[in-house]
C-alpha cells in the first residue's frame, strides 16, 4: 500500500434489525421517554438510523393506533402480533425491556452486596472468628414511638404488630414502611440511639431486604429502590454553597461505590429521578451526628430540600440523640416520625448469641449443620446466658448490641474465663489484647509490642476530645503520634506505628481514604478516660461537666477512681443528673477502700436532695403541669434513659424503690392525697388490677379521667376540679382514633401500668 493509498476499513458486524430498534428506543427514552405528542421526536431518531424504511413507515402507522403503549411492557395475549414485521417490532421492544429490567435488578443486587456482611464498628475481628452473613444473626431492634411526645397524641387506628420470630418488635420498622401511601407521616423517619445500638445495622438490613426482594415475603411490603448513604463520606459535598442534588448525589458518587458497579453503566440517566418522583424510592442517610457540628446546619438544609422535593419517597435519617435535638433553630432537620431503639431484652440477646454461636461453630466446621455442631452450639450459647444472666451488671452491659457483641467475641476467644463485669473492664481487656496478647499470640514483628502504644493512643484520643474531632486524616494523625512518640522517647517512625496500629490492632481504621478514627467513639472515650486517671487530670474534666460530647469520658474516668470528689463537685455545678448516673454506677463496685466508700455514702443525700429539689419546687407552687413533665425526666433518666424515650416493662419493674416512694411522697404530699402512684395503684386494684389492653383498662382510665366514655381527655391539671389519681399522668400519650388507649405502644409510654403498680407493691413489701 503507497502513502497515498487509503486504508481499508474493515466490514462492520451486521447488527440486527432488533438491536437496532433496541438501541433507538433507548436513546428515546433516556431523553425522557415517547408519548403521542413526542412522536415527531422519535420519528426523527428513527429516519436518522439504519432501520429500513418500509419498517419505520410501519411504525409511524402503528404509533397512531397503539400509542405510547409501545414503550410499556406488552401484555402477554393481550394483541395478537399485527404481522412478521410487527413481530420483529415487539421482540425488539422485548429486548429492550430485558435488557432495562436486567440493569435495574443489578442494581438492587450490588446495593445487598455492600450491606451483606456484619461487620460492626468497634467489634475487632480477631484470628478463628468468623464474620457473619448480616441475614444470619440479625435481630430485629425494639423501637419506641418517640414521635409521640409527652401529652395527647393520636396513633394509627391499628397498634404496630409484633411477629413471633422478631423477639416482639421486629416487623415495627417494616410495618411504618408497609404504611406509607395510608400514613405520610411514617415517609420521614429518624432513628436515634447512642452508639453501639444498632442504627446502621437496621438500614443495613432494610437495603439488603429490599435488595434481595425479601420484603413481600417476610413482612408484606411492597418493593421499593434502597438508597443507602452514609453521611460522613458526602458532608463536604453536602455543606459547600452549591451542593449536588439527591439524584446527582446518587448517580455520581452512591452508584459508582457500590460493589460490581460497573455493571450498572446502562442504567438510564433519569432512572433515579424518576424513581425519586414516583415515590418507588426508600433513602436512607446514615449518622447525621457523624457530620460535623459546623456542617450540620447546610446538611440539615439539604435534607429538608430533598425531603420536600421527593415528597412521595421514603426517607429514614439515623442519628445520636444530642446532634438531632440541639440544633440551630434556623437549620433545624425535622422528620415527622422520631424512634428510639430500645436496650436489647432477654429474648433478643438469646437470639443474637444462639445465632452467632451457631455460624461460628458451622463456618469453623466447614459448613455443617449436623447434630452435633447445633449441640457444641447451644451448648456455648447457654453457658454464655447463664453468666450474663445471672450478673445484673453483666446484664446492664448486654443491652447494648456492640457490648454484646464484644462479650460474645471475649467468651468465644477465652472460654472458660471469667467475663469482665464493668464496661471499663471490657473495654480494657480489648486494649490489652489487641495491643500485647494478639501480636504476642501470632509472634508478629511488631512495634506495638516493644513500646508504649496503649500511651500513644491514650494521649491521642485526649487530644481529639479535647478538640471535639472523631476523626483525623493522615498528615494530622502522623503529625500528633509523631509527638507523642518523641515525648515517650520511643524510636519507632510514625508512619510505622500508624500502620502496625492499623494492620495489627485495629484499634484505629480508615474507614475512608487517608482519614482516619478509632475503631469505635467508646474506645476513643475509653482510651481519654485513662488518660486522665494515669495523669491524675481531673481538673481537667471540670469545665466538661455541663458537655454532653464528654459524659462517657466522664463516666468511664469515675469507674477508674475514687469518684466523691467528682461527685461533689457535679453537684456544686448543679450537674445532678451526672451527678446521680456516677452514683448509680459506683453502687456497683467492690474496689473501693473502707474509707472511699464512707465518703461516697455521704454523698448519697446530697444527690438525692439536690435531684428532686426541682420537682419539690413546682409542686409546691401548684405547677403542675410543669410538675408532671419534671417527673417524668427524672424516671427517665433514673433507668438512664434519654427525653423523649419510653419507660418499658422491664424499666419499671426493676425501677429503684427509693427514687420511687419519694416521687410518690412528693406528689401524694402536695396534693392533699388527691394525686401521687400509689393513689393510682389503689383505684388500678379497684378496677380488677388489670394486666391488659381490654375494658377493665377503660374502667380505669375513666375513673381518673384520662379518658371520658371511650374518648380521649385532657388532663385538667386543676387540682379542685380533677378526679383522684388523675396526675401524675407523664406517660399516657397513646390513645387511637377510636379512643382507646394503646398498650404497648403509647400508653405509660410503651408499657402496661400493671408494671408500676407491682412495683409499688414490691417497694411497699420491702419497706415493712
Avoid at 474507614?511 to 478509632?518: H, L, S, V
Wanted: with cysteine.
Amino acid at each position: 500500500m503507497t502513502k497515498t493509498d487509503k486504508p481499508t476499513s474493515k466490514p462492520k458486524a451486521k447488527v440486527s434489525l432488533s438491536d437496532q430498534i433496541a438501541d433507538v428506543v433507548v436513546k428515546a427514552v433516556r431523553t425522557g421517554g415517547v408519548t403521542v405528542g413526542g412522536a415527531g421526536a422519535f420519528w426523527s431518531l428513527f429516519k436518522e438510523s439504519d432501520i429500513p424504511k418500509a419498517v419505520a413507515s410501519g411504525v409511524i402507522g402503528l404509533g397512531i393506533t397503539y400509542g405510547a403503549s409501545l414503550l410499556n411492557p406488552v401484555h402477554k395475549g393481550n394483541h395478537i402480533r399485527l404481522n412478521r414485521w410487527g413481530e420483529t417490532l415487539d421482540k425488539a421492544i422485548d429486548h429492550l425491556l430485558a435488557k432495562f429490567i436486567g440493569v435495574e435488578k443489578r442494581y438492587f443486587r450490588c446495593q445487598a452486596l455492600a450491606c451483606r456482611r456484619q461487620k460492626s464498628e468497634g467489634v475487632i475481628q480477631h484470628d478463628g472468628i468468623f464474620l457473619p452473613l448480616l441475614e444470619e444473626i440479625y435481630v430485629p431492634l425494639e423501637l419506641d414511638a418517640s414521635s409521640l411526645p409527652a401529652g395527647w397524641r393520636k396513633l394509627p387506628d391499628q397498634p404496630l404488630e409484633k411477629s413471633a420470630r422478631d423477639g416482639g418488635c421486629g416487623r415495627k420498622i417494616w410495618d411504618l414502611l408497609g404504611k406509607t401511601k395510608q400514613e405520610i407521616t411514617f415517609r420521614q423517619i429518624v432513628v436515634l440511639a447512642w452508639g453501639g445500638y444498632g442504627k446502621t445495622t437496621l438500614l443495613k438490613h432494610i437495603a439488603h431486604t429490599y435488595g434481595m426482594d425479601q420484603q413481600e415475603d417476610k413482612y408484606g411490603v411492597p418493593r421499593r429502590v434502597p438508597f443507602l448513604l452514609v453521611l460522613r463520606k458526602h458532608r463536604d459535598r453536602l455543606a459547600q454553597e452549591q451542593p449536588p442534588t439527591l439524584p446527582e448525589l446518587i448517580k455520581n458518587h452512591h452508584i459508582p461505590d457500590l460493589p460490581d458497579s460497573a455493571k450498572l453503566a446502562d442504567l438510564p440517566e433519569d432512572w433515579v429521578q424518576k424513581k425519586l418522583n414516583r415515590g418507588e424510592a426508600v433513602v436512607m442517610l446514615d449518622g447525621f451526628d457523624e457530620v460535623a457540628s459546623g456542617q450540620r446546619p447546610a446538611v440539615a438544609r439539604w435534607i429538608n430540600d430533598q425531603m420536600r422535593h421527593y415528597s412521595k419517597s421514603v426517607f429514614i435519617v439515623t442519628s445520636r440523640p444530642k446532634a438531632y435535638t440541639e440544633q440551630e433553630p434556623a437549620d433545624r432537620l425535622e422528620l415527622s416520625t422520631r424512634l428510639w431503639v430500645q436496650d436489647f431484652n432477654a429474648a433478643q440477646r438469646r437470639e443474637f448469641v444462639e445465632h452467632w454461636y451457631l455460624c461460628q461453630e458451622r463456618y469453623a466446621r466447614g459448613g455443617d449443620t449436623t447434630p452435633d455442631v447445633q449441640k457444641d452450639a447451644q451448648d456455648a450459647a447457654e453457658e454464655l446466658l447463664a453468666q450474663i444472666e445471672a450478673r445484673r451488671e453483666l446484664k446492664d452491659l448486654a443491652k447494648n448490641p456492640l457490648l454484646l457483641n464484644m462479650i460474645v467475641t471475649f467468651h468465644r476467644r477465652f472460654p472458660g474465663v471469667e467475663l469482665p463485669k464493668r464496661r471499663v473492664e471490657l473495654y480494657r481487656e480489648i486494649c490489652t489484647l489487641q495491643l500485647r496478647d494478639r501480636p504476642g499470640a501470632r509472634k508478629l514483628e511488631t512495634c506495638l509490642i516493644n513500646c508504649e502504644a496503649q500511651l500513644i493512643l491514650q494521649r491521642l484520643a485526649l487530644s481529639m476530645m479535647e478538640a471535639h474531632e472523631e476523626r483525623l486524616d493522615r498528615t494530622a494523625l502522623l503529625d500528633r503520634i509523631g509527638t507523642y512518640l518523641v515525648q515517650q522517647r520511643e524510636k519507632v517512625q510514625p508512619q510505622d506505628f500508624l500502620a502496625q496500629v492499623v494492620q495489627v490492632s485495629e484499634l484505629l481504621v480508615e474507614r475512608e481514604p487517608g482519614e482516619f478514627e478509632f475503631a469505635h467513639l467508646s474506645l476513643q472515650e475509653y482510651l481519654a478516660a485513662t488518660q486522665i486517671a494515669d495523669d491524675k487530670q481531673e481538673l481537667l474534666l471540670y469545665k466538661h461537666l455541663q458537655n454532653d460530647w464528654w459524659k462517657q469520658t466522664i463516666l468511664l474516668y469515675a469507674s477508674q477512681v475514687n469518684p466523691t470528689p467528682l461527685i461533689r463537685e457535679a453537684l456544686r455545678q448543679e450537674a445532678i443528673d451526672l451527678a446521680y448516673t456516677i452514683q448509680q454506677d459506683t453502687t456497683k463496685r467492690l474496689d473501693l477502700t473502707a474509707e472511699e466508700l464512707a465518703a461516697f455514702e455521704k454523698t448519697t443525700s446530697q444527690v438525692e436532695t439536690s435531684r428532686y429539689a426541682n420537682l419539690e419546687k413546682l409542686l409546691q407552687t401548684q405547677q403542675w403541669r410543669e410538675a408532671d413533665r419534671e417527673t417524668y425526666r427524672l424516671m427517665i433518666t433514673t433507668v438512664g434513659k434519654d427525653d423523649g424515650q419510653f419507660l418499658n416493662s422491664e424499666d419499671l419493674k426493676t425501677f429503684p424503690c427509693e427514687d420511687l416512694q419519694i416521687l410518690d411522697r412528693l406528689w401524694v404530699k402536695y396534693s392533699d392525697g388527691k394525686w401521687g402512684f400509689s393513689v393510682q395503684k389503689r383505684i388500678w386494684e379497684d378496677c380488677g388490677s388489670p394486666t391488659r389492653n381490654d375494658e377493665f383498662v377503660d374502667k380505669f382510665c375513666d375513673r381518673i379521667g384520662w379518658i371520658n366514655h371511650g374518648n380521649r381527655q385532657e388532663p385538667t391539671y386543676d387540682l379542685q376540679n380533677s378526679r383522684t389519681g388523675e396526675l401524675p399522668c407523664v406517660g399516657v400519650n397513646g390513645v387511637n382514633r377510636a379512643g382507646r388507649l394503646v398498650l404497648g405502644v403509647g400508653g405509660w409510654f410503651g408499657v402496661s401500668l400493671s408494671s408500676l403498680a407491682q412495683r409499688l407493691v414490691d417497694c411497699s413489701t420491702r419497706q415493712s
